[in-house]
């Protein structure tokens, strides 16, 4: 328990002749935990209380990020406590705040801020909803340094106790479903992973409780929702028919804002065709994934590579949902690429982003336009259906089930449950027969 000493004068006021700090101090167990904050008369500008204290051997300071002097005392006591926490486990010392819940605050932080421009709109208060019900109760006291495999078993064993029971909108109790579980544990390995410096190694997910739900979706008709390869040339061909209509009408100079939708529409395009050539998750391309990302193969040892060979290199964030890898864009997607940088970004930057934001509107209206909008099942499809494209299509060409998994980020029994059960050859039948490009003009 933390008591209030009497503050004390400051030798560097005595220093200077004038009250250049205040200083609050705190008795934590046999520890002195001091706070400070500069005044008018210091050259120093911070306004924020600083906590100070003396652990392992160093004396360790940091700032609270607070002007009220309560408000900087609860944040200084967690900080201390922290430290002496880890300093009895032979943790190594750090300044740097190593709860999980400010881990997951910093996490959520940069959900907020890609909501409603990469991700969904209510994205960041989707998952601060799941965070605040299911994951902040269990962990809100706990050292990230600290969460282990065991640990994670535990919260999950909980879970199951609570009856595997989730709120509804009103707040009402209702049967959990597979999804909503998996959301979940998403949310824990993405917090896990903002937490790398402090772990030793991400420990493994609990998947017990996945089996103890009844996942009523699975009895649905077909596995994922995608296209083959007849339905995407036929995707391609109205998005070229529709952005030449509007370079038709804005050489024309006709009524409206022709210029900006023949954009949009190249935009489009060249979107569709990097996911379906890479297999990317639409927010590991849109919102996140940058010039310096991509690097371009068209040379081996000095000699320009044929058409077919020539491809791109990308470096997925390790904020994606299955954290940083390396995928490789097919010959389609270079070309693409190369014709965006003509078009539509010919003075890039490195730091550029390569699509600021996710077509939505734009990819259903092409959809709807092109009588593609649901599937033979009634399903609707998006743009995470040219993901599906593209992993079945690799299938088809014959390429290993560990390799696709790796490309796109998942894992092999994923591939196996959800592609290959459902695979019919026929459907790709001129994908592994045609070798010509997909033509992005």
């Not at 695979?423 to 994908?431: D, L």
């Amino acid at each position: 328990m933390a008591t209030a000493q009497k503050q004390k004068t400051d030798g560097r006021s005595k220093r200077y002749k004038k009250n250049t700090m205040v200083r609050h101090t705190l008795k934590m167990g046999s520890k002195t935990l001091t706070l400070i904050k500069y005044t008018d008369k210091s050259n120093t500008g911070s306004p924020y209380w600083q906590a100070k204290c003396f652990i392992g051997g160093k004396t360790r300071q940091k700032t609270t990020k607070e002007e009220d002097l309560k408000k900087a005392e609860k944040v200084a006591i967690d900080w201390m406590a922290d430290l002496m926490s880890a300093n009895r486990q032979g943790i190594p010392l750090v300044n740097t705040p190593n709860r999980f819940t400010a881990i997951a605050e910093e996490v959520l932080k940069r959900m907020d801020s890609s909501s409603g421009k990469s991700r969904h709109k209510d994205y960041g208060k989707n998952n601060r909803y799941i965070y605040n019900r299911y994951l902040y109760p269990h962990f809100k006291n706990v050292l990230v340094g600290n969460i282990t495999t065991p640990v994670l078993h535990k919260w999950m064993e909980t879970r199951i106790d609570e009856g595997l029971v989730t709120l509804d909108i009103e707040g009402r109790n209702k049967p959990i479903t597979k999804p909503a579980l998996k959301r979940e544990t998403m949310l824990m390995r993405m917090i896990l992973r903002g937490a790398v410096g402090y772990l030793d190694r991400l420990p493994d997910m609990p998947k017990e409780a996945l089996r103890e739900v009844d996942d009523s979706s699975s009895t649905k008709q077909g596995d994922r929702i995608l296209f083959n390869s007849v339905e995407y040339e036929k995707l391609l061909q109205e998005s070229r028919k529709q952005i030449k209509e509007a370079k038709i009408q804005k050489d024309k100079k006709e009524q409206g804002n022709w210029s900006q939708t023949y954009h949009a529409r190249l935009y489009l395009h060249y979107f569709i065709i990097l996911l379906a050539n890479s297999g990317a998750r639409t927010q590991e391309i849109a919102g996140r994934l940058r010039h310096k990302d991509i690097t371009i193969i068209d040379r081996e040892k000095g000699k320009k590579l044929p058409d077919e060979k020539c491809h791109l290199k990308i470096s997925i964030s390790r904020e994606s949902k299955t954290g940083a890898r390396n995928a490789w864009v097919r010959s389609g997607g270079y070309f693409a690429y190369k014709k965006f940088c003509e078009d539509l970004a010919p003075n890039h930057k490195p730091d550029d982003l390569l699509f600021p934001h996710t077509p939505r509107g734009g990819f259903k209206n092409l959809l709807i336009r092109a009588n593609l909008r649901e599937d033979g099942y009634g399903r609707r499809r998006d743009s995470k259906s040219l993901r599906h494209y593209f992993i079945q299509m690799c299938l088809a060409r014959g390429n290993d089930i560990w390799d696709v998994s790796q490309q796109v980020g998942t894992s092999p029994q994923v591939i196996k449950d959800h592609y290959s059960r459902g695979y019919k050859a026929s459907q790709y039948k001129e994908v592994m027969l045609d070798t010509k490009l997909i033509s992005v003009d």
